[in-house]
């Protein structure tokens, strides 16, 4: 059974604003039946004010999908349309306390509805701009249609490229092997084998141009660009030493001991990877577990 | 745990019995069968004796031809890399597209390293065309596979006869049967079948233990080598106290044979006739004339299946669906979608399965609750009017696909 917060299933099991919306002016179709979800979107705007009055949804879909549809309608209505369009699919999963990676394509569903709905007002004709494939990364929600067009477009040649152009396989690294079958295809296209064997060491050879102090306010930055996230999940995050490619930081509040410690941390190793431009290693200190141990006698 | 639990083809309670003849071995009887002193000889008589119990409900010719394994799926795999070891010449493969996984994906990474598999199809009840099954039994064909009853419908493939045609043709035919065995008669020494797979928590035995049947005189290559555990044909320690566990699983379900396929069936009967006659726009899947005696398969069109399974659990009752939103996949159950089940109705199936522990007043409350759940969710969709299926629902939403 999925791990659903209890803010979905709150509103799952009692969707607010569903059924049909009589007079909507502006109305959104978006579904992709294949993958079991349909929703339609409908609107009353003020056409004075282009505020959203009332908001409305039906929807052929799971318990993400329906939970995803009600949260929507709540987070905008009394919105101004330029408001409304500027909800991502984040917001909308936020506003659930988070949905499984698996389910975070319901969210997107909803903010697709919305984007149709006022192109719908506003007498244009939107388009869907994306394709969906299969999941392949679980830790950060990437699925194989990404990683295609991603590895397609930059050139990219092994599992290591791919997690520094799209995090897909940096987090428990399980799904490797269907990411080089994707390399093994793509690569095909362009004439070239995939070779498992090409490490591709680069980056790590490359040495840093900064010198250690710059190297660690840069390393501070961006643990502070995160820091809004986690205090949002009533957590922190600090930094205890840096020490060659491995950086070790101290979990604080409910991020400590969390259940999802391993892959906060994979996404925090991710950032830095990819703003240093280098491979670093981001392990919690264990002077800082010693603290919390102390701490709970 | 209070509740209603109708996912059997899922997992199955282990018995209490079962449970108690296990727990000795954990604690008092805890040797290896392989060692000389009592402490071993004691087990391995228990192991003997589970042998036979299995042989007895598979109605195998010889206990030597039981080998116990690790789950259905190790059987399965055994089976079918076994038979292309013994035969490297034979590059082809025949199974069906509604196989379990455990047969489908390795069929489909065997592709990749270059053997070809034939996918037999099947109707739109489930059913195989034998004629272009029999087609396809050439010399170049190193193994048959094919499930004796589906996971999702509980229809039954003629696999005595399918076996009979593989024999005639010179090619090993192997069954998984991990749903059919304790809820069908089975009688192996009158068939043609080679190879069959059992998964023990199916059948009220605890999980991690499963049993390859290998017809004595098949051509065989283990999967695992290693010490001369299963005659030297699975290595590794045996799970014994599982193993023990499932002789009597097995047993019991001999007993219960007749229980199953009557008053299990009825019950069945009663719960799916109940449904339909109060539920609009929809239809049992499958051949329903022909399947398990405890499987129901419902497709409820225009709702999705994981909407109505959380509403089910949230009534306690527990049943399974082929939606994709249940696997985290796109693609809805690939049987529904092999039997031409139309999308909106593919993801809307619930699979209802039942055991001799489902009782009527289970039944009943079931056939009570069903209809309000799907009531409920149709009245979100946008496929559904006031009354029915929105007229014409693919005029009345045409959705923008992703």
């Given at each position: 059974?999925?791990?659903?917060?209890?803010?979905?299933?709150?509103?799952?099991?009692?969707?607010?604003?569903?059924?049909?919306?009589?007079?909507?002016?502006?109305?959104?179709?978006?579904?992709?039946?294949?993958?079991?979800?349909?929703?339609?979107?409908?609107?009353?705007?003020?056409?004075?004010?282009?505020?959203?009055?009332?908001?409305?949804?039906?929807?052929?879909?799971?318990?993400?999908?329906?939970?995803?549809?009600?949260?929507?309608?709540?987070?905008?209505?009394?919105?101004?349309?330029?408001?409304?369009?500027?909800?991502?699919?984040?917001?909308?999963?936020?506003?659930?306390?988070?949905?499984?990676?698996?389910?975070?394509?319901?969210?997107?569903?909803?903010r697709e509805a919305l984007q149709a709905a006022v192109a719908n007002y506003r007498g244009e004709e939107w388009k869907d701009d994306h394709e969906e494939g299969a999941l392949v990364c679980k830790c950060f929600a990437i699925d194989a249609i990404l990683i295609e067009e991603t590895v397609r477009a930059n050139n990219l040649s092994s599992v290591e490229?791919?997690?520094?152009?799209?995090?897909?396989?940096?987090?428990?690294?399980?799904?490797?092997?269907?990411?080089?079958?994707?390399?093994?295809?793509?690569?095909?296209?362009?004439?070239?084998?995939?070779?498992?064997?090409?490490?591709?060491?680069?980056?790590?050879?490359?040495?840093?141009?900064?010198?250690?102090?710059?190297?660690?306010?840069?390393?501070?930055?961006?643990?502070?660009?995160?820091?809004?996230?986690?205090?949002?999940?009533?957590?922190?995050?600090?930094?205890?030493?840096?020490?060659?490619?491995?950086?070790?930081?101290?979990?604080?509040?409910?991020?400590?001991?969390?259940?999802?410690?391993?892959?906060?941390?994979?996404?925090?190793?991710?950032?830095?990877?990819?703003?240093?431009?280098?491979?670093?290693?981001?392990?919690?200190?264990?002077?800082?577990?010693?603290?919390?141990?102390?701490?709970?006698? | 745990?209070?509740?209603?639990?109708?996912?059997?083809?899922?997992?199955?309670?282990?018995?209490?019995?079962?449970?108690?003849?296990?727990?000795?071995?954990?604690?008092?009887?805890?040797?290896?069968?392989?060692?000389?002193?009592?402490?071993?000889?004691?087990?391995?008589?228990?192991?003997?004796?589970?042998?036979?119990?299995?042989?007895?409900?598979?109605?195998?010719?010889?206990?030597?031809?039981?080998?116990?394994?690790?789950?259905?799926?190790?059987?399965?795999?055994?089976?079918?890399?076994?038979?292309?070891?013994?035969?490297?010449?034979?590059?082809?493969?025949?199974?069906?597209?509604?196989?379990?996984?455990?047969?489908?994906?390795?069929?489909?990474?065997?592709?990749?390293?270059?053997?070809?598999?034939?996918?037999?199809?099947?109707?739109?009840?489930?059913?195989?065309?034998?004629?272009?099954?029999?087609?396809?039994?050439?010399?170049?064909?190193?193994?048959?596979?094919?499930?004796?009853?589906?996971?999702?419908?509980?229809?039954?493939?003629?696999?005595?006869?399918?076996?009979?045609?593989?024999?005639?043709?010179?090619?090993?035919?192997?069954?998984?049967?991990?749903?059919?065995?304790?809820?069908?008669?089975?009688?192996?020494?009158?068939?043609?079948?080679?190879?069959?797979?059992?998964?023990?928590?199916?059948?009220?035995?605890?999980?991690?233990?499963?049993?390859?049947?290998?017809?004595?005189?098949?051509?065989?290559?283990?999967?695992?080598?290693?010490?001369?555990?299963?005659?030297?044909?699975?290595?590794?320690?045996?799970?014994?106290?599982?193993?023990?566990?499932?002789?009597?699983?097995?047993?019991?379900?001999?007993?219960?044979?007749?229980?199953?396929?009557?008053?299990?069936?009825?019950?069945?009967?009663?719960?799916?006739?109940?449904?339909?006659?109060?539920?609009?726009?929809?239809?049992?899947?499958?051949?329903?004339?022909?399947?398990?005696?405890?499987?129901?398969?419902?497709?409820?069109?225009?709702?999705?299946?994981?909407?109505?399974?959380?509403?089910?659990?949230?009534?306690?009752?527990?049943?399974?669906?082929?939606?994709?939103?249940?696997?985290?996949?796109?693609?809805?159950?690939?049987?529904?979608?092999?039997?031409?089940?139309?999308?909106?109705?593919?993801?809307?199936?619930?699979?209802?399965?039942?055991?001799?522990?489902?009782?009527?007043?289970?039944?009943?409350?079931v056939i009570q609750v069903v209809p309000e759940i799907v009531a409920q969710l149709r009245k979100l969709s946008p496929y559904w009017g006031e009354t029915g299926p929105a007229e014409e629902p693919d005029k009345a939403f045409a959705p923008v696909y992703a």
């Open positions: 059974m999925w791990d659903y917060s209890d803010k979905v299933k709150e509103h799952f099991f009692s969707p607010r604003n569903s059924g049909v919306l009589e007079g909507a002016n502006a109305v959104g179709d978006v579904g992709s039946i294949n993958c079991g979800d349909a929703l339609r979107l409908m609107l009353k705007v003020d056409s004075e004010t282009e505020s959203i009055q009332d908001a409305r949804f039906q929807t052929f879909g799971c318990g993400s999908a329906i939970a995803s549809s009600s949260a929507l309608t709540e987070i905008i209505k009394g919105m101004s349309l330029d408001e409304a369009l500027k909800v991502s699919n984040q917001d909308i999963a936020d506003y659930l306390d988070g949905l499984p990676p698996e389910k975070m394509h319901c969210s997107v569903m909803g490229d791919v997690i520094n152009y799209t995090k897909a396989g940096g987090g428990c690294s399980s799904c490797h092997e269907n990411i080089e079958e994707i390399l093994t295809k793509v690569m095909a296209e362009r004439g070239e084998t995939f070779n498992p064997h090409a490490v591709v060491l680069k980056e790590e050879e490359k040495p840093s141009k900064m010198t250690n102090l710059q190297r660690i306010k840069r390393i501070e930055t961006i643990l502070e660009s995160i820091r809004p996230q986690l205090q949002r999940d009533h957590g922190d995050i600090e930094l205890v030493d840096v020490d060659g490619k491995t950086i070790y930081v101290n979990m604080i509040g409910a991020c400590s001991g969390c259940q999802m410690e391993a892959v906060t941390l994979q996404g925090i190793q991710a950032k830095l990877i990819e703003d240093l431009g280098e491979f670093v290693k981001v392990v919690p200190s264990s002077a800082g577990s010693y603290a919390r141990a102390a701490c709970h006698v | 745990m209070d509740g209603i639990y109708f996912d059997n083809n899922a997992t199955t309670r282990v018995d209490d019995a079962v449970v108690a003849a296990m727990l000795p071995f954990f604690t008092e009887q805890f040797g290896n069968p392989s060692s000389m002193h009592s402490f071993g000889n004691k087990v391995g008589l228990a192991l003997k004796k589970a042998r036979m119990q299995v042989q007895e409900l598979l109605g195998a010719e010889h206990d030597s031809e039981i080998i116990f394994t690790s789950c259905g799926t190790e059987s399965d795999s055994t089976a079918i890399l076994s038979a292309l070891k013994a035969n490297p010449e034979r590059k082809e493969i025949i199974t069906t597209t509604i196989e379990h996984p455990a047969v489908l994906a390795l069929c489909e990474h065997l592709e990749k390293e270059g053997y070809k598999v034939h996918y037999l199809k099947v109707d739109n009840k489930g059913r195989l065309d034998l004629d272009e099954y029999a087609k396809l039994l050439t010399p170049q064909v190193a193994v048959v596979s094919v499930m004796w009853a589906n996971n999702e419908t509980g229809t039954l493939f003629p696999v005595e006869r399918m076996a009979e045609m593989a024999h005639a043709a010179g090619i090993p035919f192997h069954t998984d049967a991990v749903q059919a065995v304790g809820k069908v008669p089975i009688d192996l020494k009158n068939s043609k079948i080679d190879m069959l797979s059992l998964s023990g928590h199916k059948l009220h035995a605890p999980k991690g233990v499963g049993v390859l049947y290998l017809r004595r005189g098949v051509r065989f290559r283990p999967l695992l080598r290693g010490g001369h555990q299963e005659r030297g044909r699975r290595a590794g320690t045996e799970n014994a106290t599982s193993i023990i566990g499932l002789g009597l699983a097995c047993e019991q379900a001999m007993q219960h044979m007749e229980y199953e396929n009557t008053e299990v069936k009825r019950l069945r009967d009663k719960l799916e006739a109940g449904i339909l006659a109060q539920v609009p726009r929809a239809f049992a899947t499958g051949d329903v004339g022909n399947r398990l005696p405890n499987t129901s398969n419902i497709a409820f069109e225009f709702i999705e299946g994981e909407a109505i399974l959380l509403l089910l659990n949230k009534f306690g009752i527990a049943a399974s669906s082929g939606s994709a939103c249940t696997s985290g996949s796109l693609e809805p159950s690939h049987v529904m979608r092999a039997m031409g089940i139309p999308y909106t109705a593919a993801h809307g199936t619930i699979r209802f399965s039942l055991s001799r522990y489902s009782t009527e007043a289970e039944v009943d409350r």
